[in-house]
T-cell receptor, first 111, second 112 residues
Framework: EAQVTQNPRYLITVTGKKLTVTCSQN?????MSWYRQDPGLGLRQIYY???????DKGDVPEGYKVSRKEKRNFPLILESPSPNQTSLYFC??????????FGAGTRLSVL | DQQVKQNSPSLSVQEGRISILNCDYT??????FLWYKKYPAEGPTFLIS?????DKNEDGRFTVFLNKSAKHLSLHIVPSQPGDSAVYFC???????????FGDGTTLTVKP
């Protein structure tokens, strides 16, 4: 089954404790991206990757890191999480950058 | 500066009637537009898209209209079904470029 898999689905952590949210796709897509969704603010793009070793900032990259060492994986790293990073996160992939297939989401709470 | 706006947070229609969801954008350089549907506890799913070289694209019950001069697009659902009840996001991007900008979403409720 073609899918984008995010882990974990739910995470509660404390301020400053480094965390990684993994994202994996099995569709051989070149393009991958991370978004956060907050109430009343829709989906905001954090980072995207057009291909392996190629990443670029979206609209809200501050406080986040990504890496794209292999085609299928695109982890999101929070080096020092803060409460304002409490949000619902979505990973997406696509054969082309425009039409994206989303994972089920990761709900993160930073205390 | 919000480049993509969905001014109606919610819309309620009767089953069988037409649903019209609207979206406005400010950046005239956007050349590819999409609609996604999102159910609770799931990720958004792609619904329909349109390139700026077209003014209409149809897929079954779903039609997207693009008015470039007004920087406006709309999604028409005919006939609406209760299963269409979801949050609808419009998105704008540049063809084959990585950045995507989403609107805030419109919650559609289709009443039986």
């Amino acid at each position: 089954e073609a899918q984008v898999t995010q882990n974990p689905r739910y995470l509660i952590t404390v301020t400053g404790k480094k965390l990684t949210v993994t994202c994996s796709q099995n569709m051989n897509h070149e393009y991958m991206s991370w978004y956060r969704q907050d109430p009343g603010l829709g989906l905001r793009q954090i980072y995207y990757s057009m291909n392996v070793e190629v990443t670029d900032k979206g609209d809200v990259p501050e406080g986040y890191k990504v890496s794209r060492k292999e085609k299928r994986n695109f982890p999101l790293i929070l080096e020092s999480p803060s409460p304002n990073q409490t949000s619902l996160y979505f990973c997406a992939s696509g054969k082309i950058a425009n039409i994206q297939y989303f994972g089920a989401g990761t709900r993160l709470s930073v205390l | 500066d919000q480049q993509v706006k969905q001014n109606s947070p919610s819309l309620s229609v009767q089953e069988g009637r037409i649903s019209i969801l609207n979206c406005d954008y400010t950046n005239s350089m956007f050349d590819y537009f999409l609609w996604y549907k999102k159910y609770p506890a799931e990720g958004p799913t792609f619904l329909i898209s349109i390139s700026s070289i077209k003014d209409k694209n149809e897929d079954g019950r779903f039609t997207v209209f693009l008015n470039k001069s007004a920087k406006h697009l709309s999604l028409h659902i005919v006939p609406s079904q209760p299963g269409d009840s979801a949050v609808y996001f419009c998105a704008a991007s540049y063809t084959n470029a990585g950045k995507s900008t989403f609107g805030d979403g419109t919650t559609l409720t289709v009443k039986p």
